[in-house]
């Protein structure tokens, strides 16, 4: 089959020019021979599976393989990643902010009083801001801290510092007492990210649980397809060998040439069976291939995989208390279902907090000095009696020496009369979390129903593999004996075809016993520790 699909191209045409007459064969085109040309040469490129060198393969070979190459496992790695990021740029709302202004400015006014000193006044100012502000984390607080300073200078006649330097430095903190300090939405969202992160991964083991499971019962399944080939081989031989027989009294008169026809018919729908049988192996080597393999680029996708190991008969005893026992500690959708109850809580937490009085204190302290050259009159609108040089040095001492406090304590209180939407909000919320509480308990219910069934499942077919392999035995005794009494006479060609295919029958039904055992064992592991789907586990919002 393998020479036939290489040589598709050659077979094909070679049809065509067997197909047409001598004398209509037309001139060759050199523009179609290099179309048919550039068409053979991707064909020889494509890399067809089961076209490479036999290569043995162990089923923890196999699951190794899977592990490290798997597609779907490398896209579901990611999805922890995703959350690393998303919870960083939540966490990011707790760094501080820096933040400043610089600016300088010129403005002339029209004079409009006596006291202006002037027909018009001139002032010049620059600005020089600075400060820092950041959301705490715990008790959901928030500070700022200003640091600011000016210059001015001004052609006002009655100016007492010219130019002016005025420097303040303010600190105020914002701590929530009741809604908002054990809960708010930003380490709400924080808390929940970090569930999903723990889902993440809980969803990972999950995959890998089921992508291991998929690789034994596809490696189990080539073990089967394998096995079931030198059956059906097997049976086309028997058939072949009677063909032979039959001939050889034919031809010494003992038997009937009606008896070969019977032989050949037999030796024809064995061929089919055979037929189906490599189709299948080619169809269970693909499913595997496409398990343990990153790329058509990868060794063993071209390769005709080996499966070595064979099943084991005498599995180890099962103790169904203790897989039930260990499939609620370990099932993933169980696992997943009480991380998604602890979303909930949260939802709640935070949906109880929200019900609370909006009670926050608030406290501010400011210090503040001024400088700059100084100007001492004799009275109001006077001459200068004495100047006094100065500069931002003098503001800055008087703002370090506190010579000039303020601070500022205050509560702002606010809570809405009557029932609130809040009210409502949580109230719902406590409903559903008893629902949810409901639908963990039928999840844990379930995963005991199909470990249950698992084990029911194996142990009715070691029942059937105990039956399978008598009838099997049976089945090679009675052909034995219809052959010997074919050779002496007493029966007739058609009992000995009739025996050969009961002999076939007898050894796929069980094959398919001990691989129907295989993959039920790999059924009860995977029930142990994950499901095929994930939990349907509602969230409260």
Do not use: C, H
Not at 16 to 21: K, M
Not at 509 to 531: F, G, H
């Amino acid at each position: 089959m393998r020479f036939l699909r290489n040589g598709s191209v050659l077979s094909l045409t070679t049809l065509v020019l067997v197909a047409t007459p001598a004398t209509a064969q037309p001139q060759p085109d050199p523009a179609i021979e290099n179309l048919v040309a550039q068409a053979t040469a991707r064909l020889a490129a494509v890399q067809v599976p089961g076209a490479g060198p036999q290569v043995n393969l162990t089923l923890d070979d196999a699951v190794a393989r899977a592990l490290e190459r798997n597609l779907d496992l490398a896209v579901q790695r990611l999805s922890p990643q995703v959350f690393d990021l998303t919870l960083a740029q939540q966490r990011s709302a707790y760094l501080p902010t820096l933040n400043s202004n610089l600016s300088s400015s010129s403005r002339t006014n029209p004079s409009s009083t006596q006291l202006d000193g002037g027909e018009s006044i001139v002032s010049d100012t620059a600005v020089y801001n600075g400060g820092m502000s950041q959301a705490v984390e715990w008790g959901g607080g928030n500070y700022t801290l200003n640091f600011n300073n000016n210059r001015s200078a001004s052609t006002n006649f009655f100016s007492s510092f010219n130019p002016s330097y005025r420097s303040s430095f303010q600190a105020s903190y914002t701590q929530p007492l009741l809604r908002g300090f054990k809960i708010d939405p930003t380490r709400q969202q924080i808390q929940v990210t970090r569930i999903n992160r723990d889902i993440a991964d809980i969803d990972l083991r999950q995959a890998i649980t089921n992508t291991v499971s998929e690789v034994r019962n596809a490696y189990w399944d080539l073990v089967y397809a394998t096995q079931n080939l030198a059956v059906q081989q097997q049976a086309l031989d028997l058939a072949e060998e009677l063909i032979r027989d039959n001939e050889a009294r034919v031809e010494i008169g003992t038997l009937a040439p009606i008896d070969v026809v019977q032989a050949r018919s037999e030796a024809a729908a064995r061929r089919q069976s055979l037929a189906a049988a490599e189709q299948s192996l080619a169809v269970a080597e693909l499913a595997l291939k496409q398990l343990v393999v990153d790329s058509t680029q990868d060794e063993f996708w071209t390769a005709t995989i080996n499966p070595v190991d064979l099943p084991n008969l005498s599995p180890e005893p099962i103790d169904l208390e203790q897989a039930v026992r260990a499939a609620i500690d370990q099932r993933t959708d169980i696992a997943r279902s009480r991380r998604q109850l602890d979303i909930n809580e949260v939802n709640l937490s935070a949906m109880s907090n929200n019900r609370l009085p909006a009670v926050d204190l608030t406290a501010s302290y400011q210090l503040q000095g001024q400088g700059g050259t100084r100007f001492l009159r004799t009275g109001l609108g006077g001459a200068v009696m004495t100047e006094i040089p100065g500069g931002p040095g003098d503001a800055f001492n008087q703002m370090f020496d506190a010579d000039f406090p303020a601070w500022t304590v205050q509560l702002n209180v606010s809570y809405p009369l009557g029932q609130s939407a809040a009210d409502a909000a949580y109230a719902r919320a406590r409903l559903q979390t008893q629902q949810v509480q409901a639908q963990l308990s039928q999840l844990q219910l379930q995963v005991a129903t199909e470990v249950t069934n698992a084990v029911v499942q194996i142990r009715a077919i070691e029942r059937r593999i105990e039956a399978a392999t008598a009838a099997r035995e049976l089945a090679e005794e009675q052909l034995a004996a219809e052959q010997t009494r074919f050779d002496a006479g007493l029966t007739t060609n058609f009992f000995v075809v009739q025996a050969q295919r009961d002999l076939a029958t007898a050894q796929d039904t069980e094959l398919r016993a001990i691989l129907d055992q295989q993959k039920a064992l790999v059924e009860l592991d995977r029930v142990q520790r994950t499901s095929l789907s994930s939990a349907g586990i509602q969230i409260i919002q």
